[in-house]
């Protein structure tokens, strides 16, 4: 017998367990990653635990997964059971899940045993092949309705919709607006969306890549009409356009530019149409991610570290003018998991003068475009031009290619 459609599973009515509907928002664990070649894996169970725990003593109806569950699109198997131990945690402790894929995830995979893993209310999103459907819940103030969407690109949105004028689906606001108008919403629900795009104006950091010009940025005023948006693919947590469109971060620092960021967990309480409450909940990590800067023997002397978390990941800075012999194995014996080891001093400032032009050779041919754009006009490039210029490019390589 074949197993039912999407529809069929997902409208299944979930009760409520208690006054108002209460959510945890996480995104981004990006399972089996790897900084600067350290294995995250324990700091990722590490972490997952005391989330499970926060759960036992916060009780919520549910938690919103937006996207990056894998840090590949071919995960390796370590980080899969990670993941499987961590539905199996919370299906045990008969919390709903509402997850979907990222751009770092294979939507094939994620969608992976979707239909059974349904029925224990793991909602995983489906490959795209239209507009979400919605997921009902109610509580005593009346239904609520969650939409998962997963990692859009234009290319996917036209190949679903082939009839939709070109300019409907050119950008990556225009491919959002398009799904998002298709989608089925009653204006007296209260409705809530997980995705995992780029917002316009977000802050970003190191470890993510957004494309030079803004071309996978979408607007949030797509998102009008939603309660709250559950968002992912941005690692710093912060709200963006309005309180209730929230990227939560990722759990653990992933680059050294989060290095001053306190990671934490999201709730959401939903009260009558309109009323959201948000509150954020601190993570403290297996081995925090640091930076430290001083001279080899200001790092080295017992006054600076005695006490210190000298096992933490950690980035160093040397301030001495001559290089100190075999120093990353030297300091590695005090600091067992240095990560990074640079050094400021006179001749490393005159290097980067001079590596300039040298890294300006690894650049796309947009990102000199875009470069030049800035400085003759003070201002970067817009997306529309961005798009134009992309256009532009590539179509006279593919004109050279013909010849």
């Known amino acids: 017998?074949?197993?039912?459609?999407?529809?069929?599973?997902?409208?299944?009515?979930?009760?409520?367990?208690?006054?108002?509907?209460?959510?945890?928002?996480?995104?981004?664990?990006?399972?089996?990653?790897?900084?600067?070649?350290?294995?995250?894996?324990?700091?990722?169970?590490?972490?997952?635990?005391?989330?499970?725990?926060?759960?036992?003593?916060?009780?919520?109806?549910?938690?919103?997964?937006?996207?990056?569950?894998?840090?590949?699109?071919?995960?390796?198997?370590?980080?899969?059971?990670?993941?499987?131990?961590?539905?199996?945690?919370?299906?045990?402790?008969?919390?709903?899940?509402?997850?979907?894929?990222?751009?770092?995830?294979?939507?094939?995979?994620?969608?992976?045993?979707?239909?059974?893993?349904?029925?224990?209310?793991?909602?995983?999103?489906?490959?795209?092949?239209?507009?979400?459907?919605?997921?009902?819940?109610?509580?005593?103030?009346?239904?609520?309705?969650?939409?998962?969407?997963?990692?859009?690109?234009?290319?996917?949105?036209?190949?679903?919709?082939?009839?939709?004028?070109?300019?409907?689906?050119?950008?990556?606001?225009?491919?959002?607006?398009?799904?998002?108008?298709?989608?089925?919403?009653?204006?007296?629900?209260?409705?809530?969306?997980?995705?995992?795009?780029?917002?316009?104006?977000?802050?970003?950091?190191?470890?993510?890549?957004?494309?030079?010009?803004?071309?996978?940025?979408?607007?949030?005023?797509?998102?009008?009409?939603?309660?709250?948006?559950?968002?992912?693919?941005?690692?710093?947590?912060?709200?963006v356009g309005r309180d209730t469109a929230r990227y939560c971060g990722t759990p653990l620092k992933y680059s050294f530019s989060e290095a001053g960021q306190q990671k934490s967990v999201t709730f959401v309480e939903l009260g009558p149409k309109g009323s959201v409450s948000i509150t954020t909940e601190p993570l403290t990590p297996l081995h925090d991610l640091r930076e430290l800067r001083g001279s080899y023997m200001e790092l080295t002397d017992r006054r600076a570290y005695e006490g210190t978390a000298t096992d933490d990941y950690l980035h160093i800075t040397l301030t001495d003018e001559q290089d100190i012999p075999d120093a990353l194995a030297r300091l590695r014996v005090l600091y067992p998991n240095l990560m990074r080891l640079d050094y400021d001093n006179r001749r490393t400032r005159e290097q980067q003068t001079v590596e300039g032009p040298a890294r300006a050779e690894q650049q796309t041919p947009l990102e000199h475009f875009a470069a030049f754009y800035q400085l003759q006009n003070n201002q970067p490039l817009s997306e529309e031009q961005a798009a134009f210029c992309q256009q532009l490019m590539e179509s006279i390589w593919k004109g050279e290619d013909d010849a």
């Not at 294995?39 to 759960?55: A, G, K, P, V």
């Not at 689906?169 to 919403?185: E, I, M, N, P, W």
């Not at 470890?207 to 992912?232: H, I, K, M, N, R």
């Open 1 to 239: 017998m074949p197993p039912p459609p999407p529809c069929c599973i997902i409208k299944k009515t979930l009760k409520r367990r208690c006054f108002r509907l209460r959510f945890l928002h996480l995104s981004d664990l990006h399972l089996g990653k790897r900084v600067c070649e350290f294995s995250m894996l324990d700091d990722q169970r590490y972490i997952l635990e005391q989330i499970l725990s926060l759960l036992d003593s916060t009780p919520v109806d549910g938690v919103l997964l937006a996207g990056d569950l894998y840090d590949k699109p071919v995960p390796p198997a370590e980080a899969v059971r990670l993941l499987d131990w961590f539905l199996t945690a919370l299906a045990e402790r008969k919390l709903p899940v509402f997850a979907i894929s990222g751009n770092h995830d294979s939507a094939d995979r994620i969608a992976f045993g979707s239909h059974l893993l349904a029925e224990s209310r793991v909602y995983m999103s489906p490959v795209f092949t239209g507009a979400p459907e919605p997921i009902p819940l109610t509580d005593e103030y009346g239904p609520v309705d969650i939409y998962l969407l997963p990692f859009l690109k234009p290319a996917t949105v036209r190949h679903v919709w082939p009839e939709e004028p070109a300019e409907s689906t050119q950008s990556y606001s225009d491919a959002l607006g398009c799904v998002l108008r298709r989608c089925k919403r009653d204006p007296a629900h209260r409705s809530l969306l997980v995705a995992h795009q780029f917002v316009a104006g977000a802050a970003v950091c190191e470890s993510e890549e957004p494309s030079v010009g803004g071309l996978d940025s979408v607007d949030v005023s797509l998102f009008e009409g939603f309660d709250y948006v559950a968002l992912g693919h941005l690692h710093s947590p912060q709200k």
